[in-house]
């Protein structure tokens, strides 16, 4: 019996190994630049004062797609799978004139006056992968596996008008993450790779952040020796709640189309 342990599990690492190296090589790095839109609304309280539900579009004025950038590093080891490590960058700035009073953290901002808002987001990703492949499905390698890892979330949102009133709110959270990815070849130079990773945050984990939120992306790349290139669609959910100081909550989405190039060994 311990004969067959052992086999499964060498077989096991052998998949895990096998997936790692038909994927991007064993060694990579990849530049993305992500064109994203904002949608939803954001609420702040201050020391008992409620705030107003704002619209990042209507209310808030971050109506513009913004180009976002990306950093991805990956090591794989054998047997024990790949180490991705990303950094995303990027920020949404607006303007624009009020139709009523609005409250946001502690701070009242009235009917007529313009306001001016910057939303600057920050996140650093490490995720652990691992999985399988089953080449030669319809003449195609398919590969899917798991992600499990941590994410930091630094995020700053300033408000001000012209008449001297100014609120800063940031959020930084460390919050672990677990995900799925499956992988396909489309031709002999084509993939195509869906990968999502999130998770249900419990306050006691996410330092202040409860609620939900998802990564997922889907990319179709070219690769041509150790140059690849491509483009996909992401989109960023957050359904939560921060509190450290003010209380935030946030129902926001960002999404759209992005770019990338990368070089694997």
């Not at 599990?9 to 993305?32: F, H, N, P």
């Not at 579009?57 to 790949?82: N, V």
């Not at 150790?226 to 989405?253: C, L, P």
Request: hydrophobic residues 40%; glycine residues 12%; negative net charge.
């Amino acid at each position: 019996m311990k004969y067959v342990s052992a086999a499964v599990g060498l077989l096991c690492a052998a998949l895990w190994t096998a997936e790692a190296a038909a994927q991007d090589g064993m060694l990579s790095a990849k530049a993305r630049r992500w064109q994203a839109e904002i949608t939803g609304d954001i609420r702040v309280d201050d020391n008992g004062v409620g705030g107003s539900n704002l619209d990042v579009d209507s209310t808030l004025g971050l109506d513009d797609k913004e180009d976002f950038d990306e950093f991805q590093a990956t090591l794989g080891l054998p047997l024990l799978g790949k180490f991705n490590f990303q950094y995303l960058t990027g920020d949404y700035t607006g303007s624009r004139v009020l139709s009523s009073d609005i409250t946001y953290a502690g701070t009242t901002y009235t009917a007529s006056s313009e306001i001016h808002t910057m939303l600057d987001f920050k996140s650093y990703t490490l995720l652990w992968q691992v999985g399988a492949s089953t080449p030669g499905i319809m003449g195609a390698s398919v590969g899917a596996g798991g992600l499990a890892g941590l994410k930091y979330f630094q995020i700053e949102t300033t408000v001000d008008d012209d008449f001297g009133n100014h609120q800063d709110v940031n959020i930084r959270a460390p919050v672990p993450v677990v995900g799925a990815y499956v992988r396909t070849g489309l031709a002999s130079f084509l993939t195509l790779e869906a990968q999502v990773h999130g998770l249900k945050v419990p306050g006691s984990i996410g330092q202040g952040l409860t609620g939900m939120f998802y990564d997922a992306t889907v990319a179709i790349d070219a690769k041509i020796s150790t140059f690849y290139a491509g483009i996909g669609y992401r989109i960023f959910h957050f359904e939560v709640k921060y509190e450290n100081g003010e209380d935030v909550d946030a129902n926001v989405e960002m999404k759209g189309i992005f770019f990338e190039v990368g070089l694997s060994f």
